[in-house]
């Protein structure tokens, strides 16, 4: 049987990757602040990651986030954004294609 009920965020437990939580406590620890490169897109932010910059690759080039008291509970993939919108096409070259 499939599954019964309305999908929601809600139902999922917050993933954090262990190795990314690893090296924060550790720079938590000693006072440092660097910025750590991370792949992984679906990882929650949590409260111990506020204060840091964690580069988030998304797909072409690492974008920088900085790690503000809002963001926790959220994916840093929500920051890193995948598509540039370049604009719509302009009429003109629309009417220029039709004759």
């Keep these: 049987m499939g599954y019964k ?43 111990e990651m506020v204060g840091h910059t964690i580069a988030v690759y998304n797909g072409m ?3 920088p ?7 926790v509970g959220h994916k840093l993939g929500e920051f890193s954004l995948t598509r540039t919108f370049r604009g719509h096409p302009d009429k003109s070259a629309k009417a220029i294609k039709k004759k």
């Design 5 to 47: 009920g309305k999908w929601n965020e809600r139902n999922k437990n917050p993933y954090v990757n262990e190795k990314i939580l690893k090296k924060i406590r550790k720079m938590n620890e000693t006072g440092e602040r660097k910025v750590i490169k991370v792949w992984d897109r679906a990882c929650t932010i949590t409260e």
């Design 61 to 63: 080039k690492f974008i």
């Design 65 to 71: 986030v900085y790690i503000q008291p809002e963001m």
